[in-house]
Nanobody, 118 residues
């Protein structure tokens, strides 16, 4: 099972980006999915998560500007980022709780760089 993130890039303050993350493989079950980010010299912190049923939660710093969604048929999770700020600059990582055998374990995608210029 692998997670592949895409959609990062450079955007001006006030602009928008959409991140995507695809889960590939076979014989697995998905649970909660989400996004973390890690700025230079900082710890990796939670940005947003979404349950299988679509219940979303957000970090205070992004609530009202970012929207997380998922497609349970395509096994994908998205992060729509609007009204972006320079402090949103970070490497963004998608994650998912995935069951392959008996228990759900957290899997990570590779990071995608997001840079917001002022």
């Amino acid at each position: 099972v692998q997670l592949q993130a895409s959609g990062g890039g450079l955007v001006q303050a006030g602009g928008s980006l959409r991140l995507s993350c695809a889960v590939s493989g076979s014989g697995f079950s998905l649970n909660t999915m989400g996004w973390f980010r890690q700025g230079t010299g900082n710890q990796r912190t939670l940005v947003a998560e979404i349950t299988v049923r679509g219940s979303a939660s957000y970090a205070d710093s992004v609530r009202g500007r970012f929207t997380i969604s998922r497609d349970n048929v395509k096994n994908m999770v998205y992060l729509q980022m609007d009204n972006m700020r320079p402090e949103d600059t970070a490497v963004y990582y998608c994650h998912a709780y995935i069951k392959v055998t008996t228990d759900y374990d957290r899997y990570w995608g590779q990071g995608t760089q997001v840079t917001v210029s002022s």
